[in-house]
Nanobody, 123 residues
Framework: QAQLVESGGGLVQPGESLRLSCAASGRSRYALGWFRQAPGKERTFVAGISWRGTSATYADSVRGRFTIARDNAKSTVTLQMNSLKPEDTAVYYC??????????????????WGLGTQVTVSS
């Protein structure tokens, strides 16, 4: 069973940066992504990256501020978050598609999840 373990969350001020990491063992042939869930809201797609790492997709709300990347040799996927805003506050989840060789651009293709890491943006 593949495991997804997030790290790197924390409390930052608006405008600052944060880098999330996910140990994604056994998932080098699967598209990976990041989702987030704010209190009282649904879990939403943030970013996805293809299994080769050559294609990335972003939600409109984070495009230009967040960057997703993966290192298959190290079995990791990261989310670099810059210019953070209070509305970015949420629990962030690492996710994997359940079918190999995907592009990571379809929300319903993701079916395996980590436990999440809290990101709080507040002054």
């Amino acid at each position: 069973q593949a495991q997804l373990v997030e790290s790197g969350g924390g409390l930052v001020q608006p405008g600052e940066s944060l880098r999330l990491s996910c140990a994604a063992s056994g998932r080098s042939r699967y598209a990976l992504g990041w989702f987030r869930q704010a209190p009282g809201k649904e879990r939403t797609f943030v970013a996805g990256i293809s299994w080769r790492g050559t294609s990335a997709t972003y939600a409109d709300s984070v495009r230009g501020r967040f960057t997703i990347a993966r290192d298959n040799a190290k079995s990791t996927v990261t989310l670099q978050m810059n210019s953070l805003k209070p509305e970015d506050t949420a629990v962030y989840y690492c996710a994997s598609e359940t079918t190999p060789y995907g592009l990571g651009n379809t929300r319903r293709a993701f079916g395996d999840w980590g436990l999440g890491t809290q990101v709080t943006v507040s002054s």
